[in-house]
């Protein structure tokens, strides 16, 4: 490792989800970041991956990942900046292979690609769930893993930054991961420049915090900004962030100059916040965080200063995520106009379930939703004036079946619908009408000792 010393580490958080625009990748590499990361992995992530990797064993990896090295590997050549990224999915290997074959078809050489694996816990499931204090226990419900019924399609434990850190130490330009933890793959590359231990709790907790705040890209400059979100300068060019961050864990969050957007103390507390139950106890997987001591201060020109934060130990286990079956759905919306809307769909509604229960199909779920009347506040939106009606509403229905071909069928029981329910009605078309409907993957949460993960992550690396 470098071993640290007085230079801040220049950090871009280039990508928040699976489908986000590499456009935003060429304002940082413009302004210059040492590492770019790209953080593409969500729990849906993974269930979509799965459904590609069921069509095709070659996938199960982001397959934007092409399009963001292609815009990065320049940069990479020159040597003004490496990429980390998660993009690896539940096939680090396919996305290693395809990142290696977008080197090839740029015509480039010399550059070093490291794949971080470990994380799949599918080929020795049984002796994991039999070793594991709590038989990897559903982290929600407590219930036992057995309690599945089925076997799982896919597990995976969320690593940490030291292998990214390792992969670095060896040489690699490119570092591709698969389940990580998000904000690891920010601390990865200032655990590698300057040189923290993995006992180094306060420095630990410190890159965790500049990962949170960088992982979901435009959050932090001003995107899903609950303030007073029309203030936001030229929001179509919105930019996505950089960080700053010295030896001591200090970071400056920032973002390209010639962009939209903004970055204060404002904005920077809002993503802080972002998916943390306990500010004073965010668990990662080599520290646990105490973002409540963090003091914010804003330096100007969309530059804030963040220091203070503290950490303690990382507890004994990773979180982990099983994938199983979980049954088919189908989803249809239904819109109703003035007067009366509400109530229309309301009984759109009854009629339907009172017409798949005479049909003899078994619903295991259903969902009923108004659009346009409190469908997204519940109770927290006050009523309408009394003798005020909506002008319309939106019925959403969804339900959940065990088989495709009744969950198929629920759905051709609204088509009659369309002439014998309730007036100016079913004007769309969902995935259960037009008789697509989807396959559900279920999500199990629970925790693994890291003794019996950690002697199984290793580091692979091609030169192209």
């Given at each position: 490792?470098?071993?640290?010393?007085?230079?801040s580490?220049?950090l871009?958080g280039?990508?928040?989800?699976?489908g986000?625009?590499?456009?935003?990748?060429?304002?940082?590499?413009?302004?210059?970041?040492?590492y770019?990361?790209?953080?593409?992995?969500a729990?849906?992530?993974?269930a979509?991956?799965?459904?590609?990797?069921?069509?095709d064993?070659?996938?199960?990896?982001t397959?934007?990942l092409p399009?963001?090295?292609?815009?990065?590997?320049?940069?990479?050549?020159?040597g003004?900046t490496?990429v980390?990224t998660?993009?690896?999915?539940i096939?680090?290997?396919g996305a290693?292979?395809?990142?290696v074959?977008?080197?090839?078809?740029?015509?480039?050489?010399?550059?070093?690609?490291?794949?971080?694996?470990?994380d799949?816990?599918?080929?020795?499931?049984?002796?994991?769930?039999?070793?594991?204090?709590?038989?990897?226990?559903?982290?929600e419900?407590?219930e036992?893993c057995?309690?599945?019924g089925?076997d799982?399609?896919?597990?995976?434990a969320?690593?940490g930054a030291?292998?990214i850190?390792d992969a670095l130490?060896?040489?690699a330009d490119?570092?591709i991961?698969g389940?990580?933890?998000?904000a690891?793959l920010?601390l990865?590359p200032?655990?590698?420049?300057?040189g923290?231990?993995?006992?180094?709790?306060?420095r630990?907790?410190?890159?965790?915090?500049v990962?949170?705040?960088l992982?979901?890209s435009?959050?932090?400059?001003?995107?899903?900004?609950?303030?007073?979100?029309?203030?936001?300068?030229e929001?179509?060019?919105?930019?996505?962030?950089?960080?700053?961050v010295d030896a001591d864990?200090?970071?400056?969050?920032t973002k390209p100059?010639?962009?939209?957007?903004?970055?204060d103390?404002?904005t920077v507390?809002?993503?802080l916040?972002?998916?943390?139950?306990?500010?004073?106890?965010?668990?990662?997987?080599?520290?646990?965080?105490?973002?409540?001591?963090?003091h914010?201060?804003?330096?100007?020109g969309?530059?804030?200063?963040?220091?203070?934060?503290?950490?303690r130990?990382?507890?004994g286990t990773y979180k982990?995520?099983?994938?199983?079956?979980?049954?088919w759905?189908?989803?249809?919306?239904?819109?109703?106009?003035?007067p009366?809307a509400p109530?229309?769909?309301?009984?759109?509604a009854?009629?339907?379930?009172?017409?798949v229960e005479?049909?003899g199909l078994e619903?295991q779920e259903?969902c009923?939703?108004e659009?346009g009347?409190?469908?997204?506040?519940?109770?927290?939106v006050p009523?309408?004036?009394?003798?005020?009606?909506?002008?319309?509403?939106?019925?959403?229905v969804?339900?959940r079946?065990?088989?495709e071909?009744?969950?198929?069928?629920?759905?051709r029981?609204?088509v009659?619908?369309?002439?014998?329910?309730?007036?100016?009605?079913?004007?769309?078309?969902?995935?259960?009408?037009?008789g697509?409907?989807?396959?559900?993957?279920?999500i199990?949460?629970?925790?693994?000792?890291?003794?019996?993960?950690?002697?199984?992550?290793t580091?692979?690396?091609e030169?192209?």
């Amino acid at each position: 490792m470098p071993g640290g010393g007085g230079v801040s580490i220049r950090l871009g958080g280039g990508q928040g989800f699976y489908g986000d625009t590499p456009r935003a990748v060429e304002g940082l590499l413009a302004e210059g970041v040492d590492y770019l990361c790209l953080e593409a992995l969500a729990e849906l992530t993974l269930a979509i991956l799965q459904k590609d990797r069921a069509r095709d064993e070659s996938l199960g990896y982001t397959r934007d990942l092409p399009r963001y090295l292609a815009a990065a590997i320049p940069a990479v050549l020159d040597g003004s900046t490496k990429v980390i990224t998660n993009a690896g999915g539940i096939n680090p290997r396919g996305a290693a292979h395809a990142a290696v074959e977008t080197a090839r078809r740029l015509g480039v050489s010399g550059l070093k690609i490291a794949t971080v694996l470990g994380d799949d816990l599918m080929s020795r499931l049984g002796s994991v769930r039999d070793e594991t204090a709590g038989g990897l226990a559903n982290m929600e419900t407590g219930e036992p893993c057995d309690s599945l019924g089925t076997d799982p399609l896919f597990a995976a434990a969320y690593l940490g930054a030291f292998p990214i850190a390792d992969a670095l130490a060896q040489g690699a330009d490119i570092v591709i991961t698969g389940r990580v933890a998000d904000a690891a793959l920010f601390l990865g590359p200032l655990v590698h420049e300057h040189g923290w231990a993995r006992d180094d709790w306060d420095r630990l907790a410190a890159g965790i915090l500049v990962g949170h705040l960088l992982e979901c890209s435009g959050q932090v400059a001003g995107g899903n900004f609950s303030g007073e979100w029309w203030t936001i300068p030229e929001p179509w060019k919105l930019p996505y962030p950089i960080a700053e961050v010295d030896a001591d864990g200090a970071a400056v969050i920032t973002k390209p100059a010639a962009s939209g957007g903004r970055v204060d103390v404002d904005t920077v507390r809002h993503q802080l916040l972002y998916e943390v139950h306990d500010p004073a106890a965010y668990f990662a997987p080599d520290v646990v965080a105490d973002f409540s001591s963090a003091h914010f201060e804003d330096l100007g020109g969309d530059r804030v200063r963040v220091s203070g934060v503290r950490g303690r130990p990382a507890t004994g286990t990773y979180k982990a995520l099983l994938a199983h079956h979980a049954g088919w759905a189908g989803e249809t919306r239904v819109a109703f106009s003035w007067p009366d809307a509400p109530e229309k769909a309301r009984a759109t509604a009854a009629i339907l379930a009172k017409r798949v229960e005479m049909a003899g199909l078994e619903v295991q779920e259903w969902c009923f939703e108004e659009w346009g009347v409190r469908a997204l506040g519940g109770p927290t939106v006050p009523p309408l004036p009394e003798g005020v009606e909506p002008s319309e509403c939106v019925m959403r229905v969804a339900w959940r079946c065990d088989d495709e071909r009744t969950a198929t069928a629920v759905g051709r029981e609204l088509v009659p619908l369309a002439l014998s329910a309730p007036p100016a009605g079913l004007t769309g078309m969902g995935r259960g009408m037009a008789g697509g409907v989807t396959e559900l993957l279920g999500i199990w949460p629970t925790l693994v000792d890291k003794a019996l993960v950690d002697p199984h992550v290793t580091i692979t690396i091609e030169e192209v």
